[in-house]
């Protein structure tokens, strides 16, 4: 059977010094108005395991919650969660969690305030440690604990790893949001989490997860759905996950405004998105980081997204083969596949791609104030659009490789750009559009015999050797008479 506390509004305190083994559920409270508004204090100091979940929430004096001995929970550990009727249901007074044996759980482990955030701001909660927790077979959520300051997982090494999804929206992962005063993540023995959500802490200066390998399910079903979000931290400025090498899902780091570094020299293989910058261009905060290396990354199975970063000088990926394929998963619903989309970055310098051979959809690169060099020299095939724009210092532009793109060839307002040679490419589906490049001298496309529509090559008043000599007579006609000047 189970245990159930419910409206003993003239208990103080309460006590269950010999139970050891409860078959079922343990409740305490669950009603928030007329819940178990007198109790103080519960303490459990021999209870071992719990055959069920255990349930605190709408207990608005208790100061203490005590069962050190406890060590197991077969489903969920809810301590004031979202899962109930009332928006302020809660544990408004609870100062302390001893769960000091507490070593697996079995469902999901929340520990929530409110939505109501004036009432969440009232939350006495200042410490969580669970020193013994090494398991966690649904999520973990740390939500809206607004005074919380020191969470401490030193043994957890999985998270998300169950067949079975439970409560929370995001699926069995691990997720840590809104807690105002937070200053240190450390979950240093965690390996592996079906999905990371670290967002919206305020005070948080410091994300260590050093021996985080994967984020992936179990379940077959949500492959690809997982992910890393990092985001909306203002004043982190370490994030640490140098084990990281497999994502199956979109990896993103957005908005933190103090984050100049991060280090993913493990990864090897993200089947989503991988996205650097904030999600819209109206986000009032930016990524500081400074360089953007993927010594591993082999390839990334949705879109490359690298977005208004003011200060990233580099990217480099020197191993990355392809971007984009049919199981790849788009963070943002209204995006296209298989996008390499490097853009408002206003201090890169310098994109290294030298592997990358396949893109799925369009490769573009605009709006990069102070970029001097592209290299993307085995670059082969484009499955849609071809863009390299408004990039006001880049000197040259070789694709030596590049053979097919599935739509437009666009290269426009590059002003520093005296060379562009795809001396390969043979055809292009939709229009071939090279203007207002105003300091380009030399434009080789030796191989072009197809183009969709429109050749168009205009306002590129240098412009004195132009190479189109596998192009038939009629395709060179109309390039010189649609663009009025070659």
Known sequence: GGVKVDKTEKIRSLSFPALSTVGGGVVIGEEAWSGTSGLFTVSAPALESIGESLRVMGNSN??????????????????????????????????????????????????????????????????????????????????????????????????????????VVERNSLIVRENDALTLVQLDALTSAGAVTISSNDALQSVSLVALSSCRYNMERFRGLSGFFVGYNRLLRSLSVDSLSLVDGTFRVDSNANLTALSLDALQTLSGDLFL??????????????????????????????????????????????????????????????????????????????????VAGDFGVQLNDALISVSAGALERIGRTFRIERNGVLDSLSVESLRFVGRDFRIESNYALTSLSAGLLSSISGDAVIGWNSALKSLSLNALISVGDLLFIRGNPQLVFLALKSCDATVAWQTAWRSHSV
Not at 132 to 160: A, E, K, Y
């Open 62 to 167: 208790l100061t203490l919650l005590s069962m050190g001995t406890l060590s197991s929970v077969d489903r969920h550990v809810l301590i004031g969660s979202r899962y109930s009727s009332a928006w302020t249901n809660s544990n408004s007074a609870l100062r302390s969690l001893a769960f000091d044996a507490l070593a697996t759980v079995g469902g999901d482990m929340i520990v929530e305030g409110p939505y109501s955030y004036e009432e969440a701001s009232k939350l006495p909660l200042r410490e969580l440690s669970l020193k013994s927790l090494t398991s966690i077979g649904g999520s973990l959520s740390i939500q809206r604990n607004r005074q919380l300051t020191t969470l401490s997982l030193p043994s957890l090494s999985s998270v998300g790893q169950a067949d079975t999804v439970y409560y």
């Open 277 to 358: 910058g904030p999600q819209t261009s109206s986000s009032f905060r930016r990524n500081v980081v400074e360089s953007l290396s993927l010594p591993a990354l082999k390839s990334v199975g949705g879109s490359l997204r690298i977005f208004s970063n003011s200060a990233l000088k580099s990217v480099s990926a020197p191993v990355l083969a392809s971007v984009g394929n049919v199981t790849g998963v788009s963070v943002f619903s209204n995006t296209p596949n298989g996008l390499v989309d490097i853009k408002s970055n206003s201090a890169l310098t310098s994109v290294s791609l030298p592997a990358l051979s396949l």
